[in-house]
Structures are given as structure tokens and as C-alpha cells.
């Protein structure tokens, strides 16, 4: 028996757990990573401390799921008990099945300590349904890195929000997937979610939305 | 010119106002009459009970556009100073042209007494782009009731929603559209709005949902 465990990949653990001030360069990393696969970089201008800011204002913080909230998805093989008290860390055993390489794994060293790694993050906020009179939570982002995909993290990733929102009785979950990234609608449909074919999402911004800035001088 | 005048239709303004918990009624029969335009009465489940608890929360109410928040929009002939200091009202002069046919008129009588009639509302809250490490504004409703439809109603409270925005320095507005509903579609492009094509609306609701609350029992 001792002589075939030590053979094993070490045994692992992915905690997801609240973010932090401290684990904005990984999130401000992760976001730009994910830019990158959606082919959206020029849309791209997020610095560690405008993040910062609006992530994790000083002023006026919000419990958990009620404002602008981050989770980490982290790998350690010695996970150490987080204590903050507004949301307890899901910690699951994963079967990597093959070793990883990782070439990013120093950049990524968990701001937690210990010998995590972080390899993604969900991004989430409440939204509302006036049909339902109820909150529901809008995921902004979900992202795994690319040396760890299609070992279950983002199942994990997504199932942690959902049962966020089931817990606090909110009526739905709901995101965004682009139309071309077939593997990730199908992921998403295995998950649960229906893909709404009707709707369109309208965007005002940069010079459209400034020029409103003097709306009432204009046209009050 | 005296006796011109008398002739004219009576001098309308139109206000935007913050909502508060006496609008409840109202919000909740305006919902309902969204829910019958978009053919979606089928996913209507909001009471006026639900509504106040959820959109005016007696515990932790947050300033307006920092949660949820409903601006109501009613024309009066003689327009009341409202004194809710976070939310200075919009009011414009409007020329309704025709004179207008309203069977509900009644029942929309204003809830802030005088001779306002409710006649329209946005629902909004924060959203999140994590590219541009900024908040921005979601418009979850939007809606003028059919008999003042297109005297520059709407535009008005899309512009209220924008100018908000812009003058809290948020960095977009977004909502959603129905495919098939041309003449939104062509009205929002004429406010400066763009019309995303790539993106598809996901969405976990209902039972789907309810399974993930005993997520970690039957995974972790």
C-alpha cells in the first residue's frame, strides 16, 4: 500500500473562498486573461487599484452576495482554515488525474499563504426580476486558467453561486455566454441554465452615455 | 391672446421622481401591464407585498442607484416640490399636442397627492464591468403606459437613467431588448445606444435552481 500512494499525484484540495484587498493583482491578472480568450482587449482599461477601489471600497462595505462580490478558486494540497465570517469557504478533494504545468504558478502563489495556487474567480452582484419581485445574482465573469480546464472547476465555480443564491431564496442566476463559444453553452445547459435566444443586451457608454452628463441643461 | 389661450390644451409638466413605498400599487400594476406587452404574464409571480419588501426594505436602505432603486414619472397640471434630498426631481414643461384618453387614469392617481397621474417608471440598479473596473447602471424596466406612448416620455426616462450614470461617473448603461421589438430596438440606437448581436442571456431559475442548495451534500 505505501509503496503504490507514493507513486500518486499529491492529493488535492480547490477551495473557493471570499477575495480580499490583498488578491487584486491575481483578480486584475485573471480579468485580463479572460479578455484575452474572449478577443475583448481593446475594451480592456482595469488598473490593481481601480479595482481596488471599486471592488473593495473602504467606505460602506456590503455583506457578501448583496454588492459587488469575488470569489477565488484556489488548489492547495494543505488548505488552511479561512476565518472570515460572512461566507465559509467550500473546500472540495479533486482528482487531478495528471500533474499540471503550470508556468504562471509563481505569479498566481494564493495571497492567503500556504501553498495555494489561485487558477480562477467569479465576479457576481444582485440583479432583480420585477416579474418574480425577488433578487437574483448577475455573474460577471467566471474564469478558470487555462492549465486547469476540464477537471470540474468551473462546475464548481458556478454550483457555488447557485447554491449562494438558493440559500438566500434568490429567484434566479443568471450570465452572459457569446454566441460563438459553443463548448460553454453546452457546459451551461448540462448545468441547468436555459440560454434565452430572444433577448439583446443594449450598452451605452464612453461619448454616448458623457454626452447625457448635461441632459437637463439641454433639453429641461 | 387671452382668449386664444383658454383654448389651448392645459400647461402639462412632466417629473421624474425617486419611488417610495406609497408607489407600491402602482409599480405593481405597471408591472403587470409590462408582463402583458411582452407576452411573458406566464413568468408574473409579484405581489405588492413582495414588491415592498424586496424593493423598499425597511432594514439597510441603501441610497438610490446604489441598489435598487424605481423612478416613477407622472404629469401634473401643477407640479409639488418633492422634498427627498437624494434624488432632486426632474421636471419638464411637455406639449402633449392631443388631448389624451386614459381609462386608468384613477386608478394611477399620483400617490403623492395633487392632480399627478402616474403614467410611466424605470427600475434600475448597479452592474459591474470588470474591464472597465467600474459600476454602471442596469435597466431592468422601462415602461410608459400605452395612452402617453410616443410624446417623448420614454426617451425622457432613459435620459434620467444616463444622466445619473455619467454624473456618478459609472461607465455604462445596459438593458435588454426582445429581438422582435423593432421600435425599441430603433429607439434605443437613436439615444446612442448599441445593440450587442454576440451575446445570449443564460439563465438558472426554479427547480434547476433549488437543487443547488444541497450543492455541497451531494458533491462536496
Known amino acids: ?15 473557493i473562498r471570499l477575495a480580499d484587498k490583498r488578491d487584486v493583482p491575481h483578480i486584475h491578472r ?3 486573461q479572460m479578455a484575452v480568450f474572449e478577443r475583448l482587449t481593446h475594451l480592456f482599461s482595469a488598473t490593481e487599484s481601480s479595482l481596488a477601489a471599486t471592488l473593495f471600497p473602504s467606505s460602506s462595505p456590503s455583506p457578501p452576495f448583496r454588492s459587488f462580490t469575488v ?10 482554515p479561512d476565518l472570515n465570517p460572512s461566507f465559509t469557504p467550500i ?8 500533474p499540471i504545468s503550470d508556468p504562471d504558478a509563481e505569479a498566481f502563489a494564493s495571497a492567503g499563504g500556504g501553498d495555494g495556487v489561485v487558477v480562477g474567480f467569479v465576479l457576481c452582484f444582485p440583479n432583480y426580476s420585477s416579474f418574480l419581485a425577488k433578487p437574483g445574482l448577475y455573474i460577471e465573469d467566471i474564469f478558470v486558467r487555462e492549465p486547469y480546464r476540464r477537471r470540474g472547476l468551473g462546475r464548481m465555480l458556478l454550483s457555488a453561486v447557485a447554491q449562494q443564491a438558493a440559500r438566500m431564496d434568490f429567484g434566479r442566476v443568471e450570465w452572459c455566454v457569446l454566441d460563438w463559444n ?19 443586451i ?3 457608454t464612453g461619448d454616448n452615455l458623457e454626452a447625457y452628463a448635461t441632459y437637463d441643461r439641454h433639453h429641461g
Not at 500500500?1 to 477551495?15: D, L, N, Q, V, W
Request: glycine share 2%; aromatic share 6%.
Open 1 to 15: 500500500m505505501e509503496t503504490s500512494e507514493k507513486h500518486r499525484p499529491p492529493a488535492m484540495s480547490a477551495i
Open 30 to 32: 485573471l480579468i485580463h
Open 71 to 80: 470569489l477565488i478558486l484556489e488548489l492547495s494540497p494543505s488548505p488552511s
Open 91 to 98: 473546500v472540495r478533494e479533486v482528482d487531478l488525474k495528471s
Open 182 to 200: 459553443v463548448n460553454a453553452i453546452k457546459f451551461y445547459e448540462e448545468m441547468g441554465a436555459d440560454v434565452l435566444q430572444e433577448w439583446r
Open 202 to 204: 443594449c450598452r451605452l
